[in-house]
């Protein structure tokens, strides 16, 4: 399974190059011709990465990323402006509106393959509760393992939302959001469907995104209170 992008962009040469070029690299890249349509797309499929441009008619890249912000399952994703304000004080604007990575054109497409492989990489490692540049530990694991555990153990006096919250979940998400709420990590996980570490953390990152959680121990007492898991 490939790395979903959203590629946001209203200049057809341009998009369609990228387009090409981040296919052409591994990725699974989905389209939009300007911030509306990339919203709306959002809202039917959540990728692992966002690449817009600024300046577009109607939803700029700037309101497109507020909005991604703002929305409790799509705030973690990492997003990456491509845009011809290339300017310092373009830069600085950027990044205080909370941009991942600010590339301008022109610009190397394997530079813009290499930030998009990087952040997601980064992404990855906090789907283990790690912070940025960590590497996993047993006492690190052996925590977030306990505190599930505890959980479950108490999860009778956890009570369940009268109105839960519907969340649209492919099976291969709701199985491993079963393994994650019996206090298995992703290695374990992996082996119990047959898959790769890589994928299992795709999908864990993904639970993440949709239901506006940032640990494993946050992801189950969620499900938990809606119903998700028994």
């Known amino acids: 399974m490939s790395d979903k992008l959203l590629l946001v962009d209203d200049e057809p040469g341009l998009r369609e190059a990228v387009q090409a070029y981040l296919s052409q690299s591994g990725f699974t890249v989905e389209v939009a011709t300007n911030g509306q349509e990339g919203w709306d797309k959002l809202q039917q499929d959540i990728p ?73 990489a980064r992404r990855s490692n906090a789907t283990e509760g790690l912070e940025d540049g960590e590497t996993p530990d047993i006492a690190t694991l052996a925590r977030q393992i306990q505190e599930i555990k505890e959980l479950l153990t108490h999860k009778s006096a956890i009570p369940q939302k009268s109105d839960p919250v519907q969340i649209d979940l492919t099976p291969r998400e709701e199985s491993v959001l079963e393994l994650v709420a019996q206090g298995l990590m992703n290695k374990e996980i992996a082996s119990r469907l047959e898959t790769s570490v890589r994928n299992v953390e795709k999908y864990v990152s993904r639970l993440f995104s949709k239901t506006g959680t940032n640990s494993r121990t946050e992801l189950v007492r969620y499900a938990l209170e809606n119903g998700l898991t028994d």
């Not at 799509?74 to 304000?85: G, H, M, N, S």
């Open 48 to 120: 692992d990465l966002v690449i817009t441009d600024i300046m577009m008619p109607e939803v700029d890249g700037y309101q497109l990323l507020k909005q991604m912000r703002e929305d409790p399952r799509l705030k973690a994703i990492p997003v990456v402006f491509l845009t011809a304000r290339g300017m310092t004080s373009d830069r600085i604007q950027g990044y205080q509106a909370r941009c991942d990575a600010y590339i301008s054109k022109p610009f190397d497409p394997d530079e813009l393959v290499a930030v998009v492989e990087n952040l997601l």
